[in-house]
């Protein structure tokens, strides 16, 4: 845990340095670490299986894939043909997740 620990403090950091030119862009290598660590994790990788982002699949899919806050989609290892939906947020340590983000009981 300690390369992504190092990871995540190097992007924090360069956030806050205007390292990266856009919100959207870190966004989207956020998602791309998300997706390696589900993958590479022992303990997320025992649960899930072909992660990938939620455009992917939803092309897949053949449906429209407009933002719907949905940001990976996953197979569940042990639930076979189940998926799991998975959004991603790149926040600022302590930082909260608002209820209208929370996606439950909305």
């Not at 947020?89 to 302590?94: C, T």
């Amino acid at each position: 845990m300690a390369a992504l620990d190092t990871i995540l403090n190097d992007w924090c950091r360069k956030a806050v340095e205007g390292g990266f030119s856009r919100a959207r862009s870190m966004g989207a290598a956020f998602e791309k670490l998300c997706i390696a660590f589900l993958t590479h994790d022992p303990v997320q990788s025992g649960q899930f299986r072909n992660v990938r982002p939620y455009a992917d699949w939803a092309h897949e899919q053949d449906i429209e894939a407009r933002d719907t806050g949905i940001d990976l989609v996953a197979e569940l290892n042990d639930e076979p043909g189940c998926l799991a939906a998975i959004q991603c947020k790149f926040l600022e340590p302590g930082g909260a997740i608002p209820k209208r983000e929370g996606g439950i009981n909305q």
